[in-house]
């Protein structure tokens, strides 16, 4: 059933936008049995597979658990606690609500600013030679950038174009299977509204199943308003702001850090 939804998603993006129940997932099953189109005719799921470039078993859940660099953003998560403050704890759920995740899968922290959660971001992911960081965010506030030129690690400047579903054999997709001997191939940023309109979530999966981390940029979106179906993607790292009443700063910056992407002990210095 896993396999069937995997391809799915990929054959049907427009299933990736929101969440499936568990009482919707037959009917997918039902779709990738009874699919007669042309092209896939007398082929079975496993050959049509070839077609996005990916195995089924390559997923999110398969990459291994990564140990996070020595940063300011290990030490907060080694360190972290529960909220015990009602701001704090309204924060959260409504960043957490948002995006329709939870804090048994996430952390959540609070921050100054968008560029500061970034660098926490660049600071702490273990870029080295040989992994690469692909970016769609804009140049003027990517300051991720600078910390994997520093460690020498290789920056794939992609524009906005390329998180066109529409586009056969999309150039973001090669990007995605390109051969690498390391595992994660590293880190896959993008926003989640481009020109105001809303960015497919098909991409956060699509880079799961191809090893790479991903980093959604959801701090364009009002999260109050324009809420997230995460909870079937589950990007590695999520940047939202929220608003809380009678708070000051009234907006909020939150990272969302995924617990089964990183180890978040503290390394012995």
Same mark, same amino acid.
Request: glycine fraction near 4%; charge should be neutral.
């Given at each position: 059933?896993?396999?069937?939804?995997?391809?799915?998603?990929?054959? =049907?993006?427009?299933?990736?936008?929101?969440?499936?129940?568990?009482?919707?997932?037959? *009917?997918?099953?039902?779709?990738?049995?009874?699919?007669? &189109?042309?092209?896939?005719? #007398?082929?079975?799921?496993?050959?049509?597979?070839?077609?996005?470039?990916?195995?089924?078993?390559?997923? /999110?859940?398969?990459?291994?658990?990564?140990? %996070?660099?020595?940063?300011?953003?290990?030490?907060?998560?080694?360190?972290?606690? *529960?909220?015990?403050?009602?701001?704090?704890?309204?924060?959260?759920?409504?960043?957490?609500? /948002?995006?329709?995740?939870? *804090?048994?899968?996430?952390?959540?922290?609070?921050?100054?600013?968008?560029?500061?959660?970034?660098?926490?971001? #660049?600071?702490?992911?273990?870029?080295?030679?040989?992994?690469?960081?692909?970016?769609?965010?804009?140049?003027? =506030?990517?300051?991720?950038? *600078?910390?994997?030129?520093?460690?020498?690690?290789?920056?794939?400047?992609?524009?906005?174009?390329?998180?066109?579903?529409?586009?056969? #054999?999309?150039? %973001? /997709?090669?990007?995605?299977?390109?051969?690498?001997?390391?595992?994660?191939?590293?880190?896959?940023?993008?926003?989640?509204? &481009?020109?105001?309109?809303?960015? /497919?979530?098909?991409?956060?999966?699509?880079?799961?199943?191809?090893?790479?981390?991903?980093?959604?940029?959801?701090? #364009? %979106?009002?999260?109050?308003?324009?809420?997230?179906?995460?909870? %079937?993607?589950?990007?590695?790292?999520?940047?939202?702001?929220?608003?809380?009443?009678?708070?000051?700063?009234?907006?909020? &910056?939150?990272?969302?850090?995924?617990?089964?992407?990183?180890?978040?002990?503290? &390394?012995?210095?």
């Amino acid at each position: 059933m896993q396999y069937v939804q995997q391809y799915v998603f990929a054959k =049907y993006p427009e299933y990736c936008n929101g969440l499936v129940e568990e009482s919707e997932k037959f *009917e997918l099953y039902r779709i990738c049995i009874n699919d007669d &189109t042309p092209d896939d005719k #007398g082929k079975s799921p496993k050959n049509n597979n070839a077609s996005f470039g990916t195995n089924h078993n390559t997923c /999110s859940s398969d990459m291994t658990k990564i140990q %996070l660099e020595p940063s300011k953003l290990l030490d907060i998560l080694a360190k972290k606690t *529960e909220f015990h403050f009602d701001p704090e704890i309204q924060a959260r759920n409504r960043a957490l609500q /948002s995006c329709g995740l939870t *804090e048994e899968d996430y952390f959540v922290l609070f921050l100054p600013s968008i560029k500061e959660a970034l660098m926490m971001v #660049g600071e702490s992911y273990p870029f080295y030679r040989g992994n690469y960081y692909m970016t769609v965010l804009g140049d003027e =506030y990517d300051v991720i950038k *600078e910390f994997v030129l520093y460690k020498d690690s290789k920056v794939i400047a992609a524009p906005e174009t390329w998180l066109d579903l529409r586009i056969k #054999g999309s150039q %973001l /997709s090669q990007y995605f299977r390109r051969k690498c001997k390391h595992n994660p191939k590293g880190l896959f940023a993008y926003p989640a509204c &481009t020109n105001g309109a809303r960015s /497919s979530m098909h991409w956060i999966s699509e880079a799961h199943r191809n090893y790479w981390h991903v980093l959604l940029d959801a701090s #364009g %979106l009002d999260v109050g308003k324009d809420r997230l179906a995460l909870a %079937l993607h589950r990007p590695d790292f999520v940047m939202c702001t929220v608003e809380i009443a009678r708070a000051q700063p009234s907006k909020i &910056t939150c990272l969302l850090v995924r617990k089964k992407s990183f180890d978040t002990a503290a &390394t012995s210095s």
